[in-house]
């Protein structure tokens, strides 16, 4: 009688660890994708801001080389993440610049236009 009684414990503990541990299951997934969502929103305050510093620091008779520069540069960095950049620009005068930038990855599209200053 003993034996019987433990090998229903068994089974019967057994049984309810695993309905435990599937119940709890659910809360450890991560969802990749809105990890990726959220980086993406980050870096549109990155990019601007590194490209008005660009602008801030360079000499007028530079400034399209150094933002061509600082344009291609973070657009290669990004396409390693897998996050297509496009960019344009336009000197108004030496320091004033319209800028405009496009992310776009899998699920997510972005387009900011911004003067400097």
Request: include cysteine; charge should be negative.
């Given at each position: ?27 450890s ?7 990726t ?81």
């Amino acid at each position: 009688m003993k034996g019987q009684f433990f090998i229903i414990s068994a089974v019967i503990i057994a049984s309810m660890l695993l309905v435990v541990s599937q119940h709890f299951s659910g809360f450890s997934r991560i969802l990749l994708t809105k990890n990726t969502e959220m980086s993406e929103l980050e870096y549109i305050g990155m990019i601007k801001k590194s490209l008005n510093n660009t602008i801030k620091i360079s000499d007028c008779s530079r400034l399209e080389d150094e933002i061509s520069a600082a344009e291609t540069f973070m657009s290669k960095e990004l396409a390693e993440q897998g996050i297509e950049m496009s960019a344009k620009h336009q000197i108004i005068s030496c320091g004033s610049v319209k800028l405009n930038f496009n992310l776009s990855s899998q699920n997510f599209f972005s387009s900011t236009e911004f003067l400097y200053p």
